[in-house]
T-cell receptor
């Protein structure tokens, strides 16, 4: 199982700031998914990126898939307290399992 | 349409007991996967079922088992519980076909072993 490394592990920022979190692997992956998990809830799928160099936007969230398909980033513009949560990246592993990174825990304070 | 439903939401069990957790997938989804989430290890894959057949299994001891019924509902069982089994157990459903395993998660069952 190839490891997905996420950084930073923790991030605490003020409302209105911008931030970027990263997901890296030593191996190429065919697709990557980003999830957000709020305390006491299951992860919720935000986006799937498939093509190297792909950029997807979801309101204030911008997702990028690296050209070599070994890394991905999530950029949040003007963070809000509602963005607080655990951001997880995941890749399909062995076809039917998701291999998750350990996540970036984001806290946005007013 | 209704999301993934897991029951119960919370469980407290004693070491040595066994436990059964239930998952009802999104209507039309034939694949159900189970994950264990702990603060130290994060989300780890347990197993995946499709049309009542286990297609993939993670690196967990045999005390962890599961099954899927003809209506795609799934159960997982943990026997001889250990303190380290305390975790959030998440079920995810997907269509189960195609290259991308876009998974939709339930709220999880919080298991505490004392």
């Amino acid at each position: 199982t190839q490891l997905l490394e996420q950084s930073p592990q923790f991030l605490s920022i003020q409302e209105g700031e911008n931030l970027t979190v990263y997901c890296n692997s030593s191996s190429v992956f065919s697709s990557l998914q980003w999830y957000r998990q709020e305390p006491g809830e299951g992860p919720v799928l935000l986006v799937t990126v498939v093509t190297g160099g792909e950029v997807k936007k979801l309101k204030r969230l911008t997702f990028q898939f690296g050209d070599a398909r070994k890394d991905s980033s999530l950029h949040i513009t003007a963070a809000q307290p509602g963005d607080t949560g655990l951001y997880l990246c995941a890749k399909g592993d062995s076809g039917y399992a998701l291999n998750f990174g350990k996540g970036t825990s984001l806290l946005v304070t007013p | 349409k209704a999301g993934v439903t897991q029951t119960p939401r919370y469980l407290i069990k004693t070491r040595g007991q066994q436990v059964t957790l239930s998952c009802s997938p999104i209507s039309g989804h034939r694949s159900v996967s189970w994950y264990q989430q702990t603060p130290g290890q994060g989300l780890q894959f347990l197993f995946e079922y499709f049309s009542e057949t286990q297609r993939n299994k993670g690196n967990f001891p045999g005390r962890f088992s599961g099954r899927q019924f003809s209506n795609s509902r799934s159960e997982m069982n943990v026997s001889t519980l250990e303190l380290g089994d305390s975790a959030l157990y998440l079920c995810a459903s997907s269509l189960g076909a195609g290259t991308y395993t876009e998974a939709f998660f339930g709220q999880g069952t919080r298991l505490t072993v004392v």
